[in-house]
């Protein structure tokens, strides 16, 4: 083998490793963001679930009162689209829109992570 082969090859092994160095990278960072959307997701999705049902057990004592439903705090117990159905039915409350709009942005932020993290990793994975 001549020098200018041995030199070439040694070229193209040195840039294999750099790029399959570059995609472990971004493999650990997509791990890191699925992780991180995960925990930001499920966290939103408690304080939602949680006001939901306490607000569903202890309002609406009275028979008959139209401001508080038990069905209707259901909703909250819907992953990402449950805050904004459950704020559709509150809109009328100032404290509602607080209680109901941060999680579901909470929520949102969590989703855009882990769909963040999957493509970056679906992207660093060799073909």
């Not at 991180?36 to 679930?49: F, K, N």
């Not at 704020?87 to 969590?110: C, E, I, M, N, R």
């Amino acid at each position: 083998m001549s020098r200018a082969a041995c030199v070439l090859a040694a070229l193209l092994v040195a840039q294999v490793a750099r790029a399959d160095e570059e995609a472990a990278q971004r493999v650990k960072l997509a791990r890191k963001l699925v992780i991180a959307g995960e925990v930001i997701l499920g966290a939103g999705y408690a304080v939602s679930a949680g006001t939901s049902f306490s607000i569903g057990l202890f309002c609406g004592s009275e028979p008959g009162d139209p401001l508080c439903g038990k069905s209707r705090f259901l909703w909250g117990a819907l992953p990402l689209a449950g805050p904004w159905v459950q704020l559709g039915y509150d809109h009328d409350f100032a404290s509602s829109v607080a209680l109901f709009t941060v999680p579901a942005l909470v929520q949102a932020s969590g989703a855009a992570l882990i769909i963040a993290g999957v493509v970056i990793g679906r992207r660093a994975r060799p073909r």
